[in-house]
């Protein structure tokens, strides 16, 4: 749905005038695509109030709630303005109450908060900061920490330390590479240079050091793109010929039929999905050993197998990260849904990346 979303902002956001639209019309589905009910009080609430001090009745735009405590506070901005302006307004709500998380929001760029350096008081720089409309793959993943399905305090805390610091070193290093400063080009000349490094010779290496740089980074991008191409061929060749063995096994034997059971156990794992997923993207493959659930009808998305053809020996199965299936046997399909975990947990691999 983040792409989706990111499509929405672009086509929609020059018709947005107020911050209460951008809440409605970006804000609410973000939400939304972490599988939270924004019409459900007792996981979303508006204006939740947070009371500092003597000053009542103070109100922070939506809270998350789990167990009926707050998780995640969200203070959310119109969609031009800067987010720089209104740090504070978000450090005040965050050390009355139990949320751990707090999101300050345009709709467009979100920053998550929480209190690392010092306990219960949330740190000035968030730990993360995504653009929606320049998302990068690696803030997916950790986006997807913060959904329902898998929101674990610790997880997020025990990766939020590393994001906070990674995010700031690469922008320093950001900065050094697109204009190197004095102290930075010295550093390198020195560890190259065998003489005395005057300001001569840091005026010789200057351009030297930009041109190095500039030289490294498009060499990275060339063989990254060079491997990437040649990964996505060699999985391009590798699923053709898995199906045209599937259908080479079909054409030769000319059994498959796909059993009243194989659909009724497609439905169960739609049902399954449908509270975090968009059920449109669920599609099903009968080869003749096994009956599969893919996401957008691609062998690469796997959710899962179900082996019914045998009266006896009902299976279901999932591919783990290291391309292994495993199989647990049912004795109806009733018994998929004791495997609704691992049911959400495959499906929710891909559920960001729509």
Not at 114 to 120: I, Q
Not at 153 to 158: A, T
Not at 306 to 309: A, E, S, V
């Given at each position: 749905m983040i792409?989706h ?5 672009e ?28 019409f ?24 998350i ?6 998780i995640?506070l ?5 969609w ?5 302006l209104?740090?504070?307004?978000l ?22 908060y ?7 008081r ?8 995504v ?10 993943d ?10 674990d ?6 990766s939020a ?18 204009s190197?400063?004095?102290?930075f ?7 190259v240079?065998p003489?005395t ?12 050091v ?9 060499d ?10 040649k990964?996505?061929k060699?999985e ?33 794992v ?18 003749q050993?096994?009956?599969s ?6 062998n690469?998305?796997p959710?899962?197998r179900?082996?019914?053809?045998s009266?006896?020996n009902?299976?279901i ?22 495997y609704?975990?691992?049911?959400l947990?495959?499906?929710?691999k891909f559920?960001?990346?729509e």
């Open positions: 792409k979303l990111s499509d929405r902002i086509k929609l956001k020059d018709n947005i005038q107020t911050e209460e639209a951008t809440k409605n019309a970006f804000v609410m589905p973000f939400v939304q695509s972490l599988g939270y009910d924004v459900n009080p007792l996981e979303v609430v508006p204006e939740f109030t947070c009371d500092i001090g003597t000053k009542k009745g103070e109100k922070v735009d939506y809270a709630l789990k167990d009926n405590q707050p995640i969200i203070e959310c901005k119109n031009n303005q800067d987010l720089n209104f740090d504070n307004q450090l005040r709500y965050f050390h009355v109450t139990n949320a751990k998380f707090g999101l300050l929001t345009n709709g467009i760029i979100y920053r998550f929480t209190d690392l350096e010092v306990p219960n949330m740190d000035e720089k968030p730990f993360l900061e653009n929606l409309l320049n998302i990068k793959s690696n803030q997916i950790e986006i997807k920490k913060f959904h329902k399905t898998y929101f305090l610790d997880n997020i805390l025990s330390s590393e994001l906070k610091y990674t995010g700031e070193l690469k922008n320093v290093l950001n900065k050094e590479f697109n190197p400063s004095p102290e080009t010295k550093y390198l000349t020195k560890m240079y003489g490094v005057t300001a001569k010779v840091l005026e010789q290496f200057e351009p030297l930009k041109k190095s740089i500039s030289g490294l980074i498009s990275a991008i060339s063989d990254r793109l060079n491997t990437a191409l990964t996505e060699e391009q060749e590798k699923e053709i010929q898995l199906s045209q063995k599937d259908i080479d096994v079909d054409i030769v034997e000319n059994k498959i039929i796909t059993t009243k059971e194989e659909l009724e156990a497609f439905y169960i739609k049902s399954i999905i449908r509270p975090v997923f968009r059920c449109d993207r669920i599609f099903y493959r009968d080869a050993s096994y009956f659930v893919l996401v957008d009808d691609n690469r998305k959710v899962c179900l082996y019914l053809n009266p006896t009902w299976q199965s999932f591919v783990g990260d290291d391309k292994k299936e495993v199989k647990y046997k049912i004795q109806s399909l009733d018994e998929i849904y004791n609704a975990e691992e049911i947990g495959s499906a929710g559920i960001i990346l």
